[in-house]
T-cell receptor, first 110, second 115 residues
Framework: GDSVTQMEGPVTLSEEAFLTINCTYT??????LFWYVQYPGEGLQLLLK?????DKGSNKGFEATYRKETTSFHLEKGSVQVSDSAVYFC?????????FGTGTSLTVIP | DTGVSQDPRHKITKRGQNVTFRCDPI?????LYWYRQTLGQGPEFLTY????????KSRLLSDRFSAERPKGSFSTLEIQRTEQGDSAMYLC?????????????FGPGTRLLVL
């Protein structure tokens, strides 16, 4: 069946460091790919998405590229800020199948 | 747009009791989803509705769980004969059916503790 594997955390980085959170998925169909974020004390919200191969989603300095050949959707940011401290969830969605990764907790220290 | 709301935000109950949660989606959204999230895990899909029709149910949704969306607006999730293993955050989300990649908008969740 469908599944998603997400880099385990927690991840602690210094401000302005480079961030990568790996995400790979298996899907029987052709999923749309999402990254959702949960800031402390808040609900889940969309960070970015991509709906077809080679699409790049981007938002708030974060980027992820839909790699169909490697079934991956890694999240990257060139320079993290303290305000990026949150839990990040990779989520492939196909038809009636809605999966979320286990989440990666990121803490950015000044 | 007032966002997705859920009620109650917290519920403590004793094992064996029944509980019911309510979700009010964003008004123009025709899809509504229920998820369960335990500590340190991502949301696990339970079920979803398109208008009033329940289109998919996860095997996680045992016979003790039932969800309704009678008029295609708000939804309720009922858990009968609660067990300690039901303790979790129950999340509701809504979306508008459209082209690929529709975004789900999440509510704040209902945290359930079964004693």
């Amino acid at each position: 069946g469908d599944s998603v594997t997400q880099m385990e955390g927690p991840v602690t980085l210094s401000e302005e460091a480079f961030l990568t959170i790996n995400c790979t998925y298996t899907a029987t169909g052709y999923p749309s790919l999402f990254w959702y974020v949960q800031y402390p004390g808040e609900g889940l919200q969309l960070l970015l998405k991509a709906t077809k191969a080679d699409d790049k989603g981007s938002n708030k300095g974060f980027e992820a590229t839909y790699r169909k050949e490697t079934t991956s959707f890694h999240l990257e940011k060139g320079s993290v800020q303290v305000s990026d401290s949150a839990v990040y969830f990779c989520a492939p969605h196909t038809g009636n199948q809605f999966y979320f990764g286990t989440g990666t907790s990121l803490t950015v220290i000044p | 747009d007032t966002g997705v709301s859920q009620d109650p935000r917290h519920k403590i109950t004793k094992r064996g009791q029944n509980v019911t949660f309510r979700c009010d989606p964003i008004s123009e959204h025709n899809r509504l989803y229920w998820y369960r999230q335990t500590l340190g895990q991502g949301p696990e899909f339970l079920t979803y509705f398109q208008n009033e029709a329940q289109l998919e149910k996860s095997r996680l949704l045992s016979d003790r769980f039932s969800a309704e969306r009678p008029k295609g607006s708000f939804s309720t999730l009922e858990i009968q004969r609660t067990e300690q293993g039901d303790s979790a955050m129950y999340l509701c989300a809504s979306s508008q059916e459209g082209s690929r990649g529709e975004t789900q908008y999440f509510g704040p969740g209902t945290r359930l503790l079964v004693l």
